[in-house]
């Protein structure tokens, strides 16, 4: 049996690792393994290798991926899908794990529709996909961003300043919402309820009631950027010193975490397996700490919900 795999989209942290147990977990199921660099287009453009047990050492603990990602403009057309499509079958690929966030599970789809069986395991940095408590790389980008809250904290005691980071989260406020709970931020801002003005004032007067060093706002990118709320500060608090900092790319890097790896490792041998066994057109999700197949046509059409009443807590425990 001949069976490919891709890394599609964003790269994130421990994508490396669901390649490795992708490919070594076809290896033991006797299954011929073709890796595709950079994405659909390597698909297109036939950019391939063949893959066993040894091409894959030492990549487990490795951040990015290996393969290599991108984005593929040819891939949202009807023809760019069926060029892939005639590839594969050229190549007598019989299934695809695809290795990616939204575009990936999309691009998937199309495949199936077009008679490629296709299995994805979600990675993405956002943590934003319908189905999956947990997407690869989210845990890393997480401690990642916790990192620079404790020392941006130091800073901001020292000197009495009020800092506002900037996260990645363009739809979703996930990322910004958790690490602010788990750093201790006094606001947070969130693209599903929009710039939390109201929120500001009143935890910057109350900060400056009880004598509190620093007051730290995190802001994800799809919200409003770290300029627009430290303009916004120093508008209406003229006498406040605001510092700003934006992660950017930063917070995509890096050897990913042990719970990372261990999402990657065990997500990436079951897409194999599903492939072997005749599954298609299902993502892998884990749900209760157990893995689950998800329809892929459920997951690209329904949103992932975060707990709204998490605001609330952020907000009681800065007080």
């Not at 395991?121 to 980008?141: L, M």
């Not at 990657?264 to 079951?270: E, N």
């Not at 998800?294 to 605001?311: F, N, P, Q, T, Y």
Request: aromatic share 4%.
């Amino acid at each position: 049996m001949n069976l490919g795999v891709v890394t599609s989209g964003g790269d994130s942290p421990g994508m490396n690792a669901a390649v490795r147990a992708v490919v070594r977990q076809g290896v033991a199921l006797d299954a011929r393994m073709i890796g595709f660099r950079q994405g659909f287009q390597g698909i297109i453009d036939v950019d391939l290798r063949e893959l066993d047990a040894q091409s894959v050492s030492g990549i487990l603990d490795r951040g990015g991926t290996w393969l290599g990602s991108g984005r593929c403009p040819q891939f949202t057309s009807e023809q760019g899908v069926r060029k892939a499509i005639d590839t594969l079958h050229s190549l007598e690929i019989e299934g695809l794990v695809v290795i990616g966030g939204d575009g990936s599970l999309k691009g998937a789809h199309a495949l199936n529709r077009q008679g490629l069986r296709a299995v994805v395991v979600p990675a993405t940095i956002d943590n934003d996909i319908y189905g999956t408590e947990a997407t690869i790389g989210y845990d890393t980008c997480l401690n990642t961003i916790l990192d620079a809250v404790s020392r941006i904290r130091d800073t901001a005691s020292a000197h009495d300043r009020l800092f506002v980071l900037e996260v990645m989260g363009r739809d979703s406020g996930e990322l910004a919402l958790n690490s602010a709970l788990a750093g201790g931020a006094e606001v947070v801002a969130i693209p599903e309820t929009g710039p939390p003005w109201d929120v500001v004032r009143e935890m910057i007067e109350h900060g400056h009631q009880r004598g509190k060093l620093h007051i730290l706002i995190i802001v994800a990118e799809g919200s409003l950027s770290a300029d627009e709320m430290a303009q916004y500060v120093s508008r209406n608090f003229p006498g406040r010193e605001v510092r700003r900092s934006v992660l950017g790319h930063i917070q995509r890097g890096g050897r990913p975490s042990a719970r990372d790896c261990i999402i990657a490792s065990r997500m990436g041998a079951r897409a194999v397996t599903a492939l072997v066994q005749g599954g298609s057109d299902v993502m892998v999700g884990l749900q209760g700490e157990e893995l689950v197949l998800v329809s892929l046509a459920e997951a690209i059409s329904r949103k992932k919900e975060i707990d709204l009443s998490l605001l609330d807590l952020v907000a009681n425990l800065a007080r």
